[in-house]
């Protein structure tokens, strides 16, 4: 009889570790979709779009006499609106450091390609070799694809490339709804003016 009364505890209590392990794991898991990114809050949208309009306007208005040496617009517009993208994150984020970094490098070195145009000899390309050396497991080669895609992380390890990714793919999501209701609202501002100029010049002299 006390044998049977000692199972019996034991079936019960092992029941109750099994149900509080299930409802930790379930706590973790809510509290995890609970807390929303940080990229889809209305405000971080409203800085950005702000940050973005900022930045098209001085695109827009570049001086014509360094068009000659200044990116096609699309890219221009491109790189404007990464850039209040990184500004946005605040710093915060390897990439985001990154991208602000790389304008400034692009623009310094520029710079120095147009001095070394005029002396210095052309550049003689290194033969390739032959030999492959062995290659690297398939989650290595995916890591290394992975970091170049992100800026900023092609050295970072797999976990702090893991993070940076995931919070670069939400920026990357809000930039692209932030963009197309900007182009939703530009399409119907040009739209009502073009409908409105067209009646009057159609109206009777």
């Not at 939400?170 to 182009?183: N, P, S």
């Amino acid at each position: 009889m006390a044998s049977t009364s000692g199972s019996a505890a034991a079936v019960e209590e092992r029941g109750n570790s099994e149900r509080k392990r299930k409802r930790g794991a379930t706590g973790e898991s809510e509290g995890s979709e609970a807390q929303p990114s940080k990229w889809r809050t209305r405000r971080v949208h409203e800085i950005y779009s702000s940050k973005l309009l900022d930045a098209i306007r001085l695109v827009r208005s570049g001086s014509p006499s360094s068009s000659a040496a200044a990116p096609p617009r699309s890219r221009a517009v491109r790189e404007a609106a990464d850039r209040a993208l990184a500004v946005s994150a605040r710093g915060r984020t390897r990439w985001s450091r990154a991208i602000l970094a790389s304008h400034r490098r692009r623009v310094q070195a520029a710079r120095r390609a147009r001095l070394r145009e005029a002396t210095s000899p052309p550049s003689r390309h290194p033969s390739s070799s032959s030999g492959k050396g062995p290659k690297a497991p398939a989650l290595a080669r995916k890591a290394k694809v992975l970091g170049r895609l992100v800026p900023g992380c092609r050295k970072l390890p797999f976990p702090a490339l893991l993070a940076e990714a995931s919070d670069y793919i939400a920026a990357l999501e809000m930039q692209v709804r932030a963009m197309t209701a900007l182009a939703e609202v530009l399409s119907t501002v040009s739209g009502s003016g073009s409908a409105s100029s067209s009646g009057g010049s159609s109206s009777p002299a």
